[in-house]
């Protein structure tokens, strides 16, 4: 596996590399890498089409592209963070990152420094309309400005063919998706499902920050959407699938539920009805402790 923190160093190994027509698969993260991190790793070695394939430009109705190497990125991006002390606390793991992703078979690893990735503070500003205004985006001002414009920097310099992002950010996917229309990257956009715990909790690098007590309750999220899914599988509405959520929160004292929504998987509109298998997505963050979680389900 090869890595390199310059940009010039990437974009000449990479330029060699489109030369000789392969295709690239990237898959960006934060580090701290995870089971979760590496199903994308292993979706973007087998041109693996089984996720939830959500076109961008290049694919539609086209033939899946299946890359010939796989870069990752890791890059804490402080422009996403509306936290100081959550950017404070994510965890930095690189040097163990780099020895899980070359075990994983990753090609190129990409780790800038602050200073590589913003020699300027950005003068642009993104705005997502409606995708940012609700769940993360409200919750987390500025925070899908700062992923579009990381993503946007990332995919120039990488200029992949696929990129692989996981449903456990589901806003964020339908962000990337409208940023690679937007903007006409000529790249595939494959959503991964979420891997979890034996025990149901959402791989996440913010899971280490968890304190042992903290670590056990944190199932409380699961246990939260499955109960939500299973009132909407007995035909109860939305809204009442939400109010059995904060019902639950309510008895768990040791979280501060943020939001709970019932929103179409793609557009992220509220629904109000039963839609087709697939459509439907129950989305929730929690603060427990001084951890921030998210987790959705989508059926
Ligand atoms: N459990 C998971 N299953 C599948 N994909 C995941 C999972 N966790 C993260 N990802 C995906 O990995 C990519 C990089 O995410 P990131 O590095 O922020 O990790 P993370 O575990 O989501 O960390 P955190 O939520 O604590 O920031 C994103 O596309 C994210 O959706
Ligand atoms: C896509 C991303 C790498 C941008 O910093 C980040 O938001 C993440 O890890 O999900
Ligand atoms: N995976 C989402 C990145 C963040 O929480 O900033």
Redesign the pocket.
Known sequence: MKRFDTIYALRHYLQTVRHSGRRIGF???????????L??IAAARQGDRLPHPTSGLSQVGGEPVVPDLVVCS?FVNPAQFNNPDDLAR??RTVDEDCRMLEAAGCDVVFTPSVDEIYPDQPTLRLHFGELETTMEGAFRPGHFNGVGIVVAKLFNMVQPDVA??????LQ??AVVRRLIRDLSFPIELIR?????EADGL??????RLLSPEERQQATTLYQALSLARDLMHEDRSPAQAKAAVIDLFAHRPAFRLEYVEVVNADSLHPVIEQQAPGQTAICLAAQLGKVR??DNIVF
């Open positions: 898959v960006p993260t934060m580090g701290a890498l995870h089971e979760g991190h199903t994308l890791i994510y965890p692989y992002f996981g449903q456990k950010d964020q996917v991964c499902d979420t891997i979890r959402a791989m996440s690098s913010r899971n979680l998210i």
